[in-house]
């Protein structure tokens, strides 16, 4: 029962807690829904209906989590916040099938590169990691560009932020690839990422615009997406950078 001030609570119920509904008469309801109301109907949780960006049923882009394959490609995505959080997540591109799991998330407030940096670098500290324009943004403080002070924190950033082959990097265009890819079944994320999914059932539209809250893991999901061509699998070892740390992606030949 989340609280949602000091002196109201948030309750939901789904047809598990009531008593006069049997087992056909949930399939019968069930199956006469919606497939983007079914979540909503049956379990309580709360939907935006027709507003949703994406009108996908949870469990039909949800898998238990495995053992990546290594000839899997990777990269990551992320979206910078302060007092919104920044948020990344780490895809892994099965190419024989042209199917994209989401299979690392993080979503945090408050908190300086190094700290994210700290999370983000054990899920594979080779993985490239994709950004967006703000990222090309200087600090007040230090003068330094956003992306850059991510590269000195161990991150592999790429050396251009995100846009799609042809230079573009309309937000539309992400958000139909990522949905059809889930229509088609070429979109999966791994069941354990609760706050991944979180927003990717509020995420909606007002007025035909998106609303930009509560959006982030979805934003560096957008972004790792539109460079995917830039994902690659694990190198082999090789002799360290001088140095220890790459600006951007000059050595790394991203």
């Known amino acids: 029962m989340p609280a949602v001030s ?19 008469t949930k399939k019968e309801l069930w199956a006469s ?12 949780i709360p939907t935006l ?4 960006i994406f009108p996908v049923e949870e469990n039909s882009i949800k898998v238990p989590a495995f053992a990546v394959p290594p000839h899997w490609a990777r990269i990551n995505g992320i979206d910078f916040g302060w007092d919104h959080p ?13 199917c994209i799991y989401v299979i690392q998330a993080h979503r945090l407030s408050h908190a300086t590169p190094v700290i994210h940096a700290s999370t983000i670098k054990p899920w594979g500290d080779w993985v490239p990691t994709a950004w967006p324009h703000d990222g090309e943004q200087h600090d ?7 992306a850059l002070q991510y590269a000195k924190a161990g991150l592999k950033m790429l050396k251009h932020r995100a846009t799609f082959e042809d230079g573009s990097n309309g937000v539309e265009a992400g958000l139909i690839d990522m949905l059809d890819r889930m229509q088609t079944g070429r979109w999966k994320v791994f069941a354990h990422l609760g706050d ?6 509020l995420y909606h539209r007002k007025d035909g615009k998106v609303v930009k809250k509560l959006d982030d893991l979805m ?3 957008r972004y790792a997406l539109m460079m995917k061509r830039k994902a690659i699998t694990q190198p082999k ?14 050595e790394m030949g991203y």
């Not at 920044?86 to 042209?98: F, G, K, P």
């Not at 007040?140 to 956003?146: P, R, T």
């Not at 070892?237 to 000059?250: K, S």
């Open 6 to 24: 000091a002196f109201r609570y948030l309750v939901t119920a789904g047809w598990d807690d009531v008593p006069h509904l049997d087992e056909k």
């Open 140 to 146: 007040k403080g230090s003068g330094e560009q956003l």
């Open 49 to 52: 209906g027709s507003g949703r």
């Open 196 to 201: 991944w999914f979180q927003e990717f059932k």
């Open 86 to 98: 920044t948020a990344a997540v780490q895809l892994a591109w099965d190419r024989d099938n042209d």
């Open 237 to 250: 070892p090789q002799r360290p950078i001088t140095g220890g740390w790459a600006p951007l992606d000059q």
């Open 33 to 44: 829904s919606p497939p983007h109301e079914r979540e909503a109907r049956a379990k309580g």
């Open 219 to 221: 934003s560096a999901s």
